[in-house]
């Protein structure tokens, strides 16, 4: 994490740059604190008013605190030129963090993220990170008795396994309080005719993001679940007859939430 115009907050001193951890009086490994601070005073109440993260006597974490530091996170956001990632990406910068944009084939960095060979590549060339965001994902749509193995398979590797993969290579580029979204969609529990591969490479994002929500403390991990994006009926407006569609910046509020909030293992749901 970075402070940006002003200093560290509530008895933390020093400038600030990405979270490492740094022991208290008596030796909590718990403790985190930016990179670059030292320990201070105790935390005030109003700090933890601000619902950030509070080990024994010590601030642990947190993005922004109007009027006493005002921090910022380098996030690698991956379809950051879609509808959905333009929306996160606006909404992201729109709040002070850095963004850095991955395509296939344009944005600040490009990687076909269902290479694992090129995801390694992708973390070596960011450098490093604070949060991981995904924005996309790619799934095979056709009836059940046109579907073919390399179909499901395609779809698996698309939305599930590529997301997998960027949160487990991810996790040792990350700040050990930084953070993974990932995505899944309203499928997993909304079913469509000829999305039953799609429904069931969402069900196996969310059910990652639950178990991998106890291995990866102190960094965190959840999904955004969204609807259809209103940006995007005409291309898949047909898919879904009488789903209400939301616009993608509303789906981005909850991307926001993900990055700048303290829970993991969860699926935020946007309808």
Same mark, same amino acid.
């Not at 002003?6 to 604190?33: E, K, M, Q």
């Not at 935390?43 to 993260?53: I, P």
């Not at 909030?261 to 749901?269: D, E």
């Given at each position: 994490?970075?402070?940006? $115009?002003? @200093?560290?907050?509530?008895? %933390?001193?020093?400038?600030?740059?990405?979270?490492?951890?740094?022991?208290? #009086?008596?030796?909590?490994?718990?403790?985190?604190? @930016?990179?670059? =601070?030292? @320990?201070?005073? @105790? !935390?005030?109440?109003?700090?933890?008013?601000?619902?950030?993260?509070? =080990?024994?006597?010590?601030?642990?974490?947190?993005?922004?605190?109007?009027? %006493?530091?005002?921090?910022? !996170?380098?996030?690698?956001? !991956?379809?950051?030129?879609?509808?959905l990632g333009s929306a996160v990406r606006e909404a992201l910068t729109g709040r002070g963090h850095e963004v850095i944009g991955v395509g296939r084939t344009g944005g600040d960095l490009?990687?076909?993220?269902?290479?694992?060979?090129?995801?390694?590549?992708?973390?070596?060339?960011?450098? #490093?990170? /604070? &949060?991981? &965001?995904?924005?996309?994902? /790619?799934?095979?749509?056709?009836?059940?008795?046109?579907?073919?193995?390399? /179909?499901?398979?395609?779809?698996?590797?698309?939305?599930?396994?590529?997301?997998?993969?960027?949160?487990?290579?991810?996790?040792? $580029?990350?700040?050990?309080?930084?953070?993974? +979204?990932?995505?899944?969609?309203?499928? +997993?529990?909304?079913? %469509?005719?000829?999305?039953?591969?799609? *429904?069931?490479?969402?069900?196996?994002?969310?059910?990652?993001?639950?178990?991998?929500?106890?291995?990866?403390?102190?960094?965190? %991990?959840?999904?955004?679940? #969204?609807?259809?994006?209103?940006? *995007?009926?005409?291309?898949?407006?047909?898919f879904f007859a009488g789903m209400e569609p939301v616009p993608a910046a509303r789906v981005a509020t909850a991307y926001?939430?993900?990055?700048?909030? &303290?829970?993991?293992?969860?699926?935020?749901?946007?309808?």
């Open positions: 994490m970075r402070t940006k $115009h002003s @200093p560290c907050p509530d008895g %933390i001193s020093g400038r600030g740059a990405r979270s490492v951890a740094s022991g208290p #009086p008596g030796g909590s490994p718990f403790t985190r604190l @930016p990179w670059g =601070c030292t @320990p201070g005073p @105790p !935390v005030s109440a109003v700090c933890v008013s601000l619902g950030l993260r509070i =080990c024994g006597s010590r601030f642990t974490g947190g993005i922004r605190l109007r009027g %006493i530091g005002w921090w910022t !996170v380098r996030i690698l956001l !991956v379809g950051a030129g879609g509808t490009i990687c076909d993220v269902t290479d694992p060979a090129a995801v390694a590549r992708l973390y070596a060339q960011a450098g #490093p990170l /604070d &949060a991981v &965001a995904v924005a996309a994902g /790619d799934a095979v749509f056709k009836p059940l008795a046109d579907l073919t193995a390399d /179909d499901v398979t395609a779809t698996f590797r698309g939305k599930a396994v590529a997301q997998l993969e960027l949160v487990r290579q991810g996790a040792g $580029h990350v700040a050990p309080t930084g953070s993974f +979204t990932l995505v899944s969609g309203v499928l +997993t529990e909304e079913p %469509i005719v000829a999305g039953a591969a799609a *429904s069931a490479a969402n069900g196996a994002v969310e059910a990652f993001v639950r178990a991998a929500a106890i291995e990866l403390p102190p960094q965190r %991990i959840n999904a955004v679940s #969204p609807t259809v994006a209103e940006e *995007s009926l005409a291309a898949y407006g047909p926001v939430r993900a990055v700048e909030g &303290a829970q993991t293992g969860q699926v935020y749901r946007v309808r």
